[in-house]
Nanobody
Framework: QVQLVESGGGLVQAGGSLGLSCTASGSSFSINAMGWYRQAPGKQRELVGITSGFSTNYADSVKGRFTISRDDAKNTVYLQMNSLKPEDTAVYYC???????????????WGQGTQVTVSS
């Protein structure tokens, strides 16, 4: 089995910055893609951004403010959030598309989530 663990959530004022990290650990695996989703109260989970190594896609609402980076040697994906707005408040979830063991296919895995709260 594989586990994804997020860290770096917290409280920040509008206009501030916050960095999140997510590390995958467990059974042997290969990373096809890693990224971030978020879910605000009363709303569905939505894509923040994801990188496959070939391209990186961001939601329109975060383009120019958020940056995803990835360190495959550490099995870690990062989310740098700048110019934060109150509407960015949500639980942020790490997501990874992984090929585990000797399987010939990939599956999605999710972290437990970390709370990000932006005050006005």
């Amino acid at each position: 089995q594989v586990q994804l663990v997020e860290s770096g959530g917290g409280l920040v004022q509008a206009g501030g910055s916050l960095g999140l990290s997510c590390t995958a650990s467990g059974s042997s695996f290969s990373i096809n893609a890693m990224g971030w989703y978020r879910q605000a109260p009363g709303k569905q989970r939505e894509l923040v951004g994801i990188t496959s190594g070939f391209s990186t896609n961001y939601a329109d609402s975060v383009k120019g403010r958020f940056t995803i980076s990835r360190d495959d040697a550490k099995n870690t994906v990062y989310l740098q959030m700048n110019s934060l707005k109150p509407e960015d408040t949500a639980v942020y979830y790490c997501n990874a598309l992984l090929r585990v063991g000797k399987t010939s296919y990939s599956n999605n895995y999710w972290g437990q989530g970390t709370q990000v709260t932006v005050s006005s």
